[in-house]
């Protein structure tokens, strides 16, 4: 019997092997780390490796838990369900564009809320400073929206025009467009 736990284990390694290489080739990181995760708990020697080296040896019925959680996982990820909005409930969403607001009231000089209507959606766009200077983009890190440049744009706006970028699929008033969310 164990030598048929073996053959399993080979093949499903040879199977989840094969779909982590075409995910890597596509780009599709996720499905890649999941994938690359379900290979290693299939894969026998990976047992003899943990009994060895760590002094451990897994519980079949672990393993048999983490396969079926990997694979849940992987399914919820290829299922291709994307989100509404990146905000988990419209009242998150309402009170944030309220800290938005709050947050704008401290932006040091005179600013002009832009929106640009993309392919993806439409950006918002805070622009500061004279309308003939020299055009500088600011970008905000992951998760905070432009208004983070609030300690910056007072000095970038004496000699630039600035453009602070609510990027499109993060906190912001940006908004990505419908058909993009269902692509």
């Avoid at 890190?141 to 609510?166: F, G």
Wanted: some cysteine; aromatic content about 12%; hydrophobic content about 50%.
């Amino acid at each position: 019997m164990a030598i048929v736990w073996v053959i399993l284990g080979w093949l499903f390694a040879v199977l989840f092997g094969v779909l982590t290489i075409s995910m890597l080739l596509l780009g599709n990181w996720l499905h890649v780390l999941i994938l690359f995760l379900l290979v290693l708990l299939c894969l026998p020697p990976i047992s003899g490796f943990i009994k060895n080296k760590l002094d451990w040896q897994m519980h079949p019925v672990l393993r048999i838990v983490l396969l079926a959680g990997l694979l849940f996982g992987l399914n919820r990820v290829m299922s291709g369900q994307t989100p509404e909005s990146i905000y988990l409930t419209p009242e998150d969403e309402v009170r944030f564009m309220e800290i938005y607001d709050e947050k704008m009231e401290e932006w040091p000089v005179p600013y002009e809320d832009l929106y640009v209507d993309t392919l993806y959606g439409k950006v918002h766009v805070i622009a500061s400073g004279a309308e003939g200077a020299p055009p500088m983009l600011l970008l905000h890190a992951s998760v905070v929206s432009s208004w983070s440049w609030k300690d910056n744009v007072e000095a970038l706006s004496q000699d630039y025009r600035t453009y602070a970028v609510d990027l499109i699929g993060d906190v912001g008033k940006s908004e990505l467009d419908q058909l993009w969310k269902t692509s």
